[in-house]
């Protein structure tokens, strides 16, 4: 949930991640990159982009009153499927890739905006669909998700799919790729890794910006041993769940192990010398206010100065 290639009336700063999960253009519900377009008919957008190497990248977001929020992507990656979006734009998804060989569909995290197109394909051809095994029953029964307002209105709620435990490897119609777990975002996220040319499908393990919010539910100490561990493969690209695409992305990912790291020692000496969470928030983190209502509190600078608090645990 880096910063995107997108232009709007709406100005947010660069380089905060407003969501820790979200990045500030999503949040502020920035339109969609420049070649994005709306399918006739539809209330949905999507765009299909050819990357290097033989990648199909889709970019997907639901439109209102003519702008595209929210956007999130996936990756066709030599016949395999990484991720399929949200329930909103399952049938435009469905048809953008209805001539394109897919062998195996995986869900980087079963998060909703990452399997909503999985009930479509599955229906229509038949795939299979991998994902760490503690999203597989989110997957067959997506009530499990408790959904706000915002997550509904944005995405929708996927439908069932079938999906098997990922292993080690991904067979491609080439080759394979490389299973990478990546908890922090979520205990069950994992992410791909094309070693033949570095290249990192990560769906949201990385996020760009600077966290000024988190959600409830978000592990920042797993988020942190997952930035130094993934720093340390000297990768060549990170293709993102948001479709921002990172080259060379060691520094970005240290540094957000750096920035963490110091916003959290500040925490402690704040809470050291007597300062309450809340009045935390509001001295280090100011601002979160519309992404308070917006979100419920899901998404505030509370839960990122509680989770600071805490103590990190041993990586899953």
Request: proline share 5%.
């Amino acid at each position: 949930m880096t910063p995107r290639p997108a232009s709007s009336g709406t100005h947010c700063p660069e380089g905060v991640s407003v969501f820790g999960g979200t990045d500030v253009r999503r949040a502020c519900g920035i339109g969609l990159p420049q070649g994005i377009a709306k399918r006739e008919g539809s209330q949905e957008m999507i765009r299909v982009k050819e990357l290097t190497g033989g990648v199909t990248q889709l970019i997907m977001a639901r439109q209102v009153a003519g702008r595209g929020l929210y956007r999130v992507a996936a990756y066709l990656v030599d016949g395999v499927l990484v991720d399929t979006g949200m329930a909103h734009t399952a049938r435009e998804a469905a048809e953008a890739l209805e001539k394109r060989q897919i062998r195996t569909i995986v869900n980087t995290h079963a998060h909703e905006d990452h399997f909503g197109g999985n009930h479509r394909l599955q229906e229509q051809r038949g795939l299979p669909v991998l994902a760490h095994a503690l999203a597989l029953p989110v997957l067959a029964d997506p009530r499990r998700l408790e959904l706000h307002a915002y997550q509904r209105f944005l995405f929708g709620r996927p439908a069932p799919s079938r999906a098997d435990a990922i292993g080690e490897t991904v067979a491609t119609l080439r080759g394979a790729l490389h299973v990478l777990p990546t908890p922090g975002h979520s205990r069950d996220h994992v992410a791909l890794l094309d070693r033949s040319r570095g290249w990192l499908f990560c769906g949201d393990a990385y996020i760009g910006g600077r966290e000024r919010v988190l959600r409830e539910d978000y592990d920042v100490w797993g988020m942190i041993d997952t930035y130094e561990r993934l720093s340390r493969l000297e990768l060549e690209r990170l293709c993102t769940g948001s479709g921002a695409i990172v080259d060379h992305p060691s520094e970005r990912l240290a540094a957000k192990v750096s920035y963490l790291k110091e916003r959290g020692e500040q925490v402690r000496e704040l809470h050291r010398q007597g300062l309450d969470p809340r009045a935390i928030a509001r001295r280090l983190f100011p601002g979160d206010r519309l992404m308070r209502w917006v979100t419920g509190g899901h998404f505030s600078a509370l839960n990122l100065v509680r989770a600071l608090l805490t103590s990190p645990g041993p990586p899953d």
